[in-house]
């Protein structure tokens, strides 16, 4: 099935040739996670996507989750795969194993993860946002709240939310008007509206732990004004759960993710909604804000998951279906018909969607590598530099990866012409899934605004610098390999131009203009997007190339003629001619245009924000 | 209204100010249509659209066209808007006046049409695919034919198809299998299997002719062996109609559109299905080939249509809609709340959507004038200019506007934030209407091969010299106006490299290598319509700098104080600074990259046509 969804010959090349994962089990950390360990993991989880979440993909997006009597239900089809779910472990995966948890790294789980959005982003919305709350009980919470709440949400017993956006507050957290009084046995009550609640209400679980930001009476204004309370559907009182005054007002009707139940919910309505403080009052953007990075990951590693399953479904689909005759026999109407991988304009497509995906994987599995390599590091002084890169890359991997996985998707539909346009046929579904990774956990524009507003200013560049300082390892390494050439001429020239632009919002920003920065922070993120994933796939030729020279090698094929027959008798050699394959076709089609995006950046083009309001309307 | 969907003002520039329309009040053909005639048309499709079109958008998608016993039925709330549709003679509008219509330029008629699709494309596929299945029946009928069915379908009484694919034939047409067996009465019966017709059945009309692409017996193989038949839902039978077995197998369920009944069609499954020869035996292509233009056209304009619509909508919302501060205040939790489109990111996307939408407008009525232009042409020579610049440009037109159309839904989607992923919000539809222009009519990559296989090898590239000269005309009138300097150094630029690019493609195809061509030839397209589209911009801003320089002069306006009080103050100069804007962000967006983009072309990558299938996945 792992090809169905997730390439997973390019999973474990990422994990154990490109990162090599294997590595760990050295640390005392992942000592446990040997690759058997890891694959055996893996295994099961591509298993559990093929066999419970794929096959009620298309049910749960055709019923979707309803709000039915006041309260929302998760489509029918989702109540046996996600007590499997919670039977097989899938929660605890990457728990710590002193809160029960196994422990594993988080790469590996977030290779877990690609494969169960690929089968089902709806579901996973589920035990997904769980998880987030979970942490927040777990890092912030009293003693009393991490026993009444964390380990039961680990387990996915119960399940979690996290509740910020109220109508007049998306982008603007800071706008907010939850309001929570101080009682006098030291607990609040929450009387408030929160809106786009991801599993804000279901029937999965007994009971639901919201976590709410809200403005404490007196508060100051803004983010700075903002704490965050657990308030539980049902609280526990004398052992036994009653209600505690959250009222589910709506179930958003969307584009996609129709089965995960998307609410609107109401605090406090009769004055007897109970919060529990987490952590100090006014506290709550800042520890909300420590939990940015893992659920922004999360995010962007769903834009990879669907642009995995839409590449692989469309991959088949090409395979498979035999319409057209080649090329080169296109006047002859007796000529055989071939699959339409074989129409060169669909096979520029699939490559396109190919390179995007592997890069996209790379750069996203890299990432999650670093989460681990800082916690396993030998020092300080590594930790901090791979922390740095977590904090430069995710607002890139978060919206490069949704954007250009949408796009994916979107190619995904024209490969398969009219049928993609039909429900019958899974990508349509992808398409819709999709676009909220754009939209959600800050949207893109937000993401680009952190990248140039905070990640780039960070200590006058210094994370940049650790990127630059990356890429210079790997083209090291390479030196002057004439097979590479190609592509690192075109790597050292996007990669120049990206710091060309970085300098120039650099100096705006010391003369007081941030006007050019802002305006063109998301242009900015595109091109560092580009710069970044063909970093990761020259990272990756580097490897591919030095393993497929050494098949040659050992089969003898000293020749055009036999490298070719190797390529494509060897399951790894062609495997690897692929990789190559990715590399090229990315840095020619997306690097070559790097010198053009860092002129656009550069530009001082202005007219957008020059022009009156009127120039656009008058009404 | 018609700033709720469609930008009037930029309708009437383009109309009268840059192709100046009103100049055929003094053609024989079009006497009768004065500016104010034009103005009075477009007001009363710009009230239809509003008032019955536009309130029904949303229903018609949530209902959904479906199958009902055997037939398949519009949504409800589109029989009242039909009627209307042809009471007020809307279906007559661009027919000839010998037929019974009002004969109004194609170029009007296009622009009634984009704002009808703005308002509901769904509905619009109803009275669309009539008037292209009786213009086949005005074209190649015999007289019997033309009296039978034309007057019937140009009126909208009867409904129209045209049926061509099939489940193993879509962008292969030649693979069709439908058979069409003669009758000693010289009729045919037919038998076979089509798919995906639009408005295939519906309650809408009594009758609906299907136009049915199919072959006679003995037939050669291929296109060549295609003939076309009238093929009636309900044959005509001593004055009553009678069942002509045509059978309504399925109405697909699909990603937008829902309110458009896409049937899967049996003809003669009890062998008493009809046809009638229309033309000659084998002649089928010839004849629906004919319609082609037209087809895609129409499709181009609705990519137009629902882009601009999308675009009003975001740009409404973004005035109205108060959230976050300005950002040069954004750390003063105190500072007031702005409307979103003083963001600049938010700016800067409706600005991308602002010149897209405008420069595709510009370019399909420019095509659509084209044919207006070769029909009033005082002599041959002109009538062959023009309609070589309508076979260069309708594939340019709908591929581009289709494309980039789905960019500008997406991006009105973002500018919604959270509130565009819901269907509560009018954008979602948008995107998931819009995605069909990109595949039917022949899918992108179908444009793509026309214009790189038939429109730039015709004669030697004479079309595109056309084009090239027709651009030249537009640089000598604007000449060293240095308000144009950077527009026009753009232009130049990316003019010279696709001159460039389509050379390389000449001499590729002069020694037999096709693969480049074919395999570059969708980025070669992307890059042709933003040339295309930077031409129109720099067209329109040739006019608006001269008409904005007059209202300063008459205004006694010289400073820039001064002008930008006029510009804000007086709804043409605000105009006019907009467009100038359009034509200067577009130029620096899309041209600055155009450079990278030939480069791709011309940089003869083939890795994803070189590599083995194997390379992509191993099954």
Known sequence: ?????????????????????????????????????????????????????WPINADGDAQGALLVDGHARAPESFHKAYNLYCENGWPLLSVETECGGQGCPIVLYCAVMESFVAANLAFTAYPGLTLGAARLAQKYGTDEQRSAYMHKMFSGEWGGTMCLTEPQAGSDVGALRTRAKRNPDGTYSIVGNKIFISSGDHDLCENIIHMVLAR??????????????????????????????????????????????????????????????????????????????????????QGLGLASGAYMQALHYAMDRVQGSHYSQMRDPQA?????????????????????????????????????????????????????????????????????????TETAVQVYGGYGYCS?????????????????????????????????????????????????????????????ESVVTLFREARARLVEATTFFAQKGFSGDFLIPVLYASPYLELFGDVAVGFMLLWQAEIADAKLEEIYRNAGADTPEKQARVASESADAGYYCGKLASARFFANTFLSLSAGKAKVIMSGERSAVDVPVEAFLRR
């Open 216 to 301: 404490v009476e007196g508060a100051p204004p803004g983010t700075k004004g903002i704490s965050i309370f657990i308030v539980p559907k049902k609280r526990i009182e004398g052992g036994s759960l009653v209600p505690n005054d959250v009222t589910t007002t709506a179930v958003e009707k969307k584009l996609g993710i129709h089965g995960s139940a998307t609410c609107a919910l109401s605090f406090g309505e009769k004055d007897a909604c109970v919060g529990y403080l987490l952590g100090e009052e006014n506290s709550g953007m800042k520890i909300m804000f420590d939990m940015m990075n893992e659920a922004r990951l999360a995010v962007a590693f």
């Open 424 to 484: 019958e046929y899974p990508v349509e579904q992808y398409l819709r899934d999709i676009k909220i990774t754009s939209i959600y956990e800050g949207t893109n524009a937000i993401q680009a605004l952190d990248l140039v507003g905070r990640k780039l200013t960070y200590k006058q560049g210094a994370l940049f610098r650790t990127f630059i300082e990356e890429t210079e390892q790997v083209l090291n390494r390479i030196g002057d390999n004439p097979r590479l």
């Open 1 to 53: 099935m792992a090809n169905l969804l997730v390439d997973e010959r390019d999973v474990k090349f990422v994990l154990y040739e490109q990162l090599r994962l294997d590595g760990f089990a050295q640390s005392d950390l992942y000592s446990e996670f040997s690759r058997e360990m890891c694959d055996m993991i893996l295994e099961a989880a591509y298993k559990f996507a093929e066999n419970e979440l």
């Open 336 to 408: 055989p018909k071939v699959p339409i991988i074989e129409h060169p304009d669909v096979r520029r497509m699939l490559m396109w969607m190919k390179s995007v995906t592997e890069g996209v994987r790379s750069l996203l599995y890299y990432t999650a590598f670093c989460v681990d390599r800082a916690r396993t590091a030998a020092d300080q002084a590594e930790a901090e530099r791979h922390r740095g890169l977590i904090d430069l890359l995710i607002p890139i991997g978060k919206a490069w990866a949704s954007d250009m996985g949408f796009r994916v």
